[in-house]
């Protein structure tokens, strides 16, 4: 698996790019990809990425499922690694 960087020519001021995950090992992900995944620069200049996700809620308040979960219950430990994993190749695209 790696990820893949699209940098579109327009978009919010803080979007950085978008990220896909393309799936390379055998078997039954293998040539594909999953998208949603963004970069954006924060207010003091840290990266951070978003999942993709579905916001549900009623009324004013608003939540969002993230869609790619822990499988064995919340663990949001799992969740901030591949976030890590992703900035961290996204700033190694930028270096070389």
């Known amino acids: ?3 893949q960087f699209v940098h579109k020519a327009t978009g919010p001021e803080r ?3 978008e990220a896909e ?3 390379d090992d055998q078997g039954p992900l293998e040539g594909m990809k999953l ?3 963004s970069l ?3 207010a003091n ?3 951070f990425v978003t999942f993709p996700s579905r916001a549900f809620g009623a009324g004013s308040e608003r939540k969002f ?3 790619l979960r822990s499988a064995n219950g919340p663990n949001p ?3 901030r690694r591949v976030k890590s994993w992703i900035i961290e190749q996204y700033q190694e695209s930028q270096t070389a």
């Open 1 to 3: 698996m790696h990820v």
């Open 15 to 17: 979007l950085l790019c």
């Open 21 to 23: 995950m393309l799936f």
């Open 35 to 37: 998208v949603g995944f």
């Open 40 to 42: 954006w620069r924060g």
């Open 45 to 47: 200049g840290e990266v």
């Open 65 to 67: 499922f993230d869609f």
């Open 77 to 79: 430990e799992l969740a």
